[in-house]
């Protein structure tokens, strides 16, 4: 059998030797003008919104229970908020309990014999209101009650939990490191990628944000590319600006 999409791997009978899901990055595809977008990470190796969803495909809750939020609360955001879980249902709740909702985890029934059954999506409809949170932050000024809580819960026990919350004013610039999990060495050939990101007082990146960032590097080391590849300053998506980086030979 040839699987040409994740949708047809859970549709199979079960009968096929195996399959895959191509590309885990966005690249350049070289055989055709425009980039590929659909990766679950961006080409710096940053997660997209993707990511949990397959790690809530691809694991069970008795190994590693997950529940994330999959919405950013912006004046943009859908009314419909989406939760990505393997639990056996989740409860969102909106503004410190003003709001509650509890839905079960729909699983895959086109194929009986796939095991484990791949869980859907939750979607709770119309649960976002930009409008209700404003007036929560600004009329009500209790903005601190502006937050969405996920709870995962297997056999009536909640064993997982995610929140969200809006990001505020951009005041603060947050830099990590992107290493994989392995040394950097000094070879003249090795990089990593350093990410900046722009965030709230709390650490929430602002999704929004739209500010460019110049790097500057101190000691042994150089920034691959400048400005002529607008590498350096780079401009913010998505509330980040990774730049490549490597040690002095």
């Known amino acids: 059998v040839v699987l040409k999409s994740t949708d047809e791997l859970f549709k199979t009978t079960g009968q096929f030797i195996g399959g895959c899901q191509w590309h885990p990055f966005d690249h350049q595809r070289g055989y055709h003008p425009d980039p590929y977008w659909g990766g679950i990470y961006d080409a710096f190796r940053q997660p997209k919104t993707a990511l949990p969803m397959f790690a809530a495909t691809l694991s ?49 029934t086109v194929s009986p014999s796939a095991s484990p059954a791949p869980p859907h999506p939750v979607v709770f409809r119309d649960a976002w209101d930009f409008f209700e949170a404003r007036n929560w932050s600004y009329t009500k000024r209790n903005w601190q009650n502006v937050k969405m809580v996920a709870e995962g819960i297997v056999n009536g026990q909640v064993v997982c939990r995610d929140e969200k919350m809006p990001s505020r004013r951009s ?27 722009v965030t709230d007082d709390l650490g929430h990146v602002r999704r929004l944000a739209k500010e460019n960032i110049r790097f500057t590097v101190e000691g042994e080391g150089e920034i691959i590319g400048d400005a002529t590849i607008n590498a350096n300053p780079r401009a913010v998506e998505w509330g980040s600006a990774p730049v490549r980086a490597k040690p002095a030979k």
């Open 60 to 108: 069970q809750p008795t190994e590693q229970p997950l529940v994330t939020i999959a919405h950013e609360m912006t004046q943009f955001s859908e009314k419909d908020v989406t939760v990505f879980s393997n639990c056996d249902s989740v409860r969102l709740t909106m503004y410190d309990g003003e709001h509650c909702w509890t839905l079960p985890v729909q699983r895959s």
């Open 171 to 197: 005041t603060k610039l947050q830099l990590r490191v992107d290493d994989m999990g392995k040394p950097l060495v000094a070879d003249g050939s090795d990089f990593i990628v350093v990410v900046c990101e």
